[in-house]
């Protein structure tokens, strides 16, 4: 019973106290952030609180895999235990918008497959029109620097897997001053999955 009573004032509290989400969500048409064919899991609203978390998405490339006549789509080869059998490990970053990278964060760590890796992740804040942030984390190798002026598409990184990661992906937030948005992928530019 008191395990559950202080579950429901955690909960509660998060509620009254994350970000501004106002009476509407509002939403963001980004540019595609891989060239192969990608799925994306979206955080609910308040699942995290933090600014480039909440509303969050998490992006991976995904390919058909073809067995005894079946095909289906997968994350990775064989297990997944290693960071080398996840499709989206190394692979080429894009800029989701034309904007002034105003943020970069280094973590030299590398998570194993399965384990949480601790503190933040390696990560870009890319600043756009209209006060729109767009945050990028989890990637390894940054093309990129404070200061630096991307387009999108341009190639700005490569992903990783490190910080609050349990496998190789990238992070995508989006927000306007305190307002996290939901994030929209311009689907004419994304490339149909190959069979």
Known sequence: MVFRTLMFF????????GPNYGDEIGSVLLHPIFHPFYTCTEHWAKQFQGLGDALGTDCHIQKFETKNGRSWLRSYKGEGL????????????????????????INPLTNTPGVMGQGAATYI????????????????????????????????GTVGNNGYSRHPHIHIGAFKNSSPMQIRFDQSRMLPPQF
Not at 10 to 17: G, K, P
Not at 83 to 104: F, K, L, R
Request: net charge negative; proline share 3%; hydrophobic share 50%.
């Open 10 to 17: 955690v909960a509660l509290m998060i509620l009254l106290l």
């Open 82 to 105: 290693t960071n080398e059998d996840w499709y989206t490990w190394h692979q080429p970053v894009m800029s989701p918008i034309t904007g002034i990278v105003s943020a970069v964060n």
């Open 125 to 156: 804040v890319i600043d756009g029109e209209d006060n729109l942030k767009i945050m990028l984390a989890h990637l390894d190798q940054i093309s990129v620097e404070k200061g630096s002026t991307v387009t999108a598409g341009e190639v700005i």
